[in-house]
């Protein structure tokens, strides 16, 4: 009965010493102490460690309380080796080979090795673990993974999504990774456009066109023909020239709504447009474009035309001939009307005087002022037209008789109905002197009944027409406030001119009465100074820059072109008014939503 | 230190550094550079707002990618060392002042506009490109003295094999051990110094360091040890202090180091990264023009 031991170790080129030891008997001991039969170095083996004896046709393995072996691959602390097969032990670091033993044979045979771990820092290049590349990933693996890594995500994945959109996927409705192209929020108008890209970025790598623009904004109008606009454009400087190669080069057409309507701004609305957008063009226009009708304009303050109202230059028949004519021609108007401003202002005149017997009823005050007759419209922007028996009738009525307790009128506006009441009314009563003498003359403010009307009644026979002659003659009711034509010798069909008031004068800029609230009216209308209707109350470019100026300018009111002005249209308040929420509402400037 | 006795006076122009290389040239390039595009900035009047679509924005982010592009060629060069006026020196003071300047000109490219987009990530990437920059410059500037002093006249592979001289002494000392602290003493043989992440490189400091932990244990034991096991308690004590003593200066060594190489490690990935940004960034604003 013996053990033979055989101690493998390697030499520092690797070649295998083996040093072979036979112990006799029954039992191995095996352990750190010296007197073990193996004897392990290694630490982690306890100074007895293991015992190993033999039975009959096996080896039973014993471990110390407490401690443990790998026996065949299986940690344990006791077991069986078939001495046929043979088996491994492994101890901390050193393995046990118990070699197979032939039947008969008395000697069992055990390789005792030390496995290598632990001299593994020996082999690695000693500057290589000084450095940070055994504790962190490759720098060249990082560079790798955080490029694909952000091209993926970057790339790959919005380009997938612009042709899922192509291709209406059903992933199209969940997330749309091309919005993370997106440089900035879209403007308020254009938010419900965030996940539809390709509403304006129609074609890949082409710059938005306005053909996408105008599928929805169907009701913009161009600021002028697209030829002229090109001919008025200013030449070119050197930057501006360089920046159009470009744009050719890169197949921008110049102009595009998208210039001044940038987009992925921010959920802005747009800024209003710089006074020299307009003045590079209206500045010099006469030179650009020889024959336009419109003067040079740069600066409110500077250069700036005078007002060109549109107001009744006359008549054809009864259709009033609208012109626009420059203040600078003193232009005067043929309303048709006649009406002293002066006169019903005055504040001692029997206007005013009639003012205070009627204030009680009318809420006048002292005088007449410009409320009294003049209502603004509802948006207060401007001023609806004078009516008759809204404006003038308070003072002015045209009572004729009086039956029971009610005053009959004369019919404003209808002369035929006029003549035919004054006939009917003087046929009913033959010649009787009617006993309220106020018929026919128009009751001036603070006049007593006049003694004329009564004399002309008081002649008897042919009243009727008498007293239809003299409504519409000087002094009648009529005929001074109205131009009136005379009838025919022998006829009574007197016809009255018509009368018109033009709603708006200024049909190119935008003026606005409520934004002038604080002023009072005659420090811009010189209505108390004006004796005829004719007199065009317009306040001219002078008096308008008492307060405002250009844009740069210290008036107390800097404007801009855009305060008056609009660059697409000319009804309504201009859009930087409605932007910054002065005035108006939003325009209707795309299709109806009935449309879609 | 051998090379602290020779007088810095002959050296003079020759060992100027790259941040003073050639009277601060580059740094004088960058900052004109910088004024130029702040310039620019103040007097165009880009409407309705900076951005980096208009024509100075274009002009601005040309200029931003071919410095990116150029500056990464860095990456390259420093392959290859020459002399002379377009030597190594130069390229990496030209790298350090005209990477800094991009912080003018890619920020003024921006129009000042971020969001979470693509553009605002590649932006991103560059701040990050040149802050872990910044800190590789200030680390050059002060570390290798103290590399220098925390090796206390010895190499590194000197420095190892004390460590492991001390391993197989302490191998041998602990054989008369019990099986316990035999085992304590194993586990301060087996430690890796090298071992652990990246924290224990930077803070130097290992606070379940075995070695510690074994001489504490061997002191402990050592108070009532007797006979035999106390003087092989003793001898194995000594040596775990020697060895602690090494283990510290490895680690004082391996943080400097470890300081000195981290900033690479952010600075070469993001910049990868940083181009793979531009390229998505430069694409999408085309593809979506």
Request: glycine letters at 8%.
């Amino acid at each position: 009965m013996a053990f033979l031991i055989r101690t493998v170790s390697h030499s520092a080129e690797g070649r295998a010493i083996v040093r072979t030891r036979r112990v006799e008997g029954e039992r191995l001991t095996v352990g750190r102490d010296p007197a073990c039969d193996i004897h392990l170095t290694d630490l982690a083996v306890a100074l007895r460690h293991a015992v190993i004896g033999r039975e009959s046709g096996r080896l039973r393995v014993e471990v110390e309380p407490g401690l443990s072996v790998e026996l065949n691959g299986r940690k344990t602390s006791s077991g069986i080796i078939d001495l046929a097969t043979g088996g491994d032990i492994l101890i901390a670091s050193h393995v046990l080979r118990f070699m197979p033993v032939p039947a008969g044979s008395d000697e069992v045979e055990v390789a005792v090795e030390r496995t290598g771990e632990g001299e593994v820092k020996l082999d690695k290049s000693a500057e290589r673990l000084f450095t940070l590349a055994p504790v962190l990933p490759g720098k060249r693996g990082l560079a790798w993974l955080l490029a694909l890594l952000v091209l993926a995500v970057g790339l790959a994945w919005p380009i997938k999504a612009y042709y899922d959109r192509q291709q209406k996927a059903a992933t199209f409705a969940r997330f749309h990774a091309d919005r993370i192209w997106s440089s900035g929020s879209l403007s308020s108008a254009h938010a419900g456009l965030k996940d539809n890209c390709t509403a304006c970025h129609v074609k890949p790598f082409e710059a938005v066109r306005d053909t996408a623009c105008k599928t929805c904004h169907t009701r913009v109008h161009d600021h002028a023909d697209p030829f002229r606009l090109a001919r008025a454009r200013p030449d070119l400087g050197r930057w501006r020239r360089i920046e159009l190669a470009f744009k050719e080069k890169f197949d921008i057409p110049p102009g595009r709504c998208v210039e001044c309507h940038t987009e992925h701004e921010g959920k802005q609305a747009m800024p209003v447009t710089a006074q020299r957008f307009c003045a590079d063009c209206h500045g010099d226009l006469k030179k650009k474009l020889p024959d336009t009708p419109l003067p040079n304009a740069s600066d409110f303050g500077r250069s700036h035309p005078e007002f060109g109202p549109v107001l009744i230059a006359g008549w054809n028949g009864g259709q009033a001939q609208l012109k626009r004519l420059s203040l600078a021609q003193a232009p005067r108007e043929d309303s048709g009307l006649k009406f002293p401003h002066a006169l019903h202002l005055s504040r001692s005149s029997g206007v005013a005087q009639m003012a205070r017997r009627l204030s009680g009823r009318y809420g006048f005050g002292q005088a007449l002022e410009c409320k009294d007759c003049h209502d603004p419209a509802p948006d207060g922007a401007r001023f609806q037209p004078v009516d008759m028996e809204q404006d003038c009738a308070m003072c002015h009525d045209l009572a004729f008789d009086q039956s029971g307790g009610t005053l009959r009128t004369l019919r404003h506006g209808e002369p035929a109905q006029v003549v035919a009441d004054l006939r009917d009314f003087y046929r009913g009563r033959g010649a009787t002197r009617p006993s309220v003498l106020i018929p026919a003359a128009r009751r001036r403010p603070g006049d007593a009944p006049d003694l004329r009307n009564r004399i002309q009644f008081a002649r008897g026979p042919g009243s009727a027409e008498r007293a239809i002659r003299s409504v519409f003659s000087p002094g009648g009711a009529c005929y001074d406030c109205h131009q009136v034509d005379a009838p025919p010798a022998g006829s009574l069909n007197f016809r009255i001119r018509p009368v018109a008031f033009p709603i708006r004068y200024l049909h190119k800029g935008w003026f606005d009465h409520r934004a002038h609230a604080t002023q009072t009216c005659s420090s811009c209308h010189l209505a108390e100074r004006s004796s005829a209707a004719s007199d065009l109350l317009i306040p001219n470019l002078a008096s308008c820059r008492i307060c405002h100026g250009g844009e740069g300018s210290s008036k107390p009111v800097p404007s801009s072109c855009a305060m008056c002005h609009d660059y697409h249209m000319d009804a309504g308040a201009p859009s930087m008014l409605i932007r910054q929420k002065v005035r108006g509402k939003k325009r209707d400037t795309i299709v109806a939503e009935a449309r879609r | 230190m051998a090379t602290r006795s020779i007088p810095r006076t002959d050296l003079g122009a020759s060992h100027e550094g790259f941040l003073r290389h050639r009277r601060f040239l580059w740094l004088k390039v960058s900052v004109v550079l910088c004024l130029l595009a702040l310039v620019g900035y103040a007097l165009i009047d880009a409407q309705p707002r900076p951005n980096g679509g208009s024509p100075y924005g274009y002009t601005l982010g040309t200029v931003g990618v071919l410095l990116i592009l150029w500056l990464t060629l860095l990456g390259l060069r420093k392959r290859a060392m020459t002399r002379g006026r377009w030597s190594l020196k130069a390229w990496t003071s030209a790298h350090v002042y005209l990477g800094l300047s991009l912080v003018v000109v890619a920020t003024l490219h921006t129009g000042f506009q971020f969001g979470w987009n693509v553009h605002t990530l590649a932006y991103v990437l560059m701040i990050l490109v040149i802050l872990s920059g910044l800190y590789g410059i200030v680390a050059y500037a002060r570390l290798p003295e103290q590399l220098g002093a925390s090796r206390s006249e010895m190499t590194r592979p000197q420095m190892i094999d004390a460590v492991m001289k001390l391993d197989r002494q302490l191998a041998l000392a602990a054989q008369p051990l019990g099986h316990e602290e035999a085992r304590i003493v194993q586990r301060s043989i087996d430690d890796d110094v090298f071992r652990g992440g990246l924290h224990r490189r930077l803070s130097g400091r290992n606070p379940r360091c075995p070695t510690a932990r074994a001489l504490a244990e061997a002191r402990r034991r050592l108070a009532v040890a007797t006979g035999e096991q106390a003087s092989a308690l003793e001898n194995v004590a000594a040596l775990l202090e020697r060895k602690a003593a090494a283990l510290g200066r490895i680690r004082k060594h391996l943080r400097i180091k470890a300081l000195l190489e981290v900033w690479l490690y952010l600075h070469v990935p993001f910049t990868f990264a940083l181009i793979a940004a531009l390229a998505a960034h430069i694409f999408s604003v085309f593809f979506y023009w």
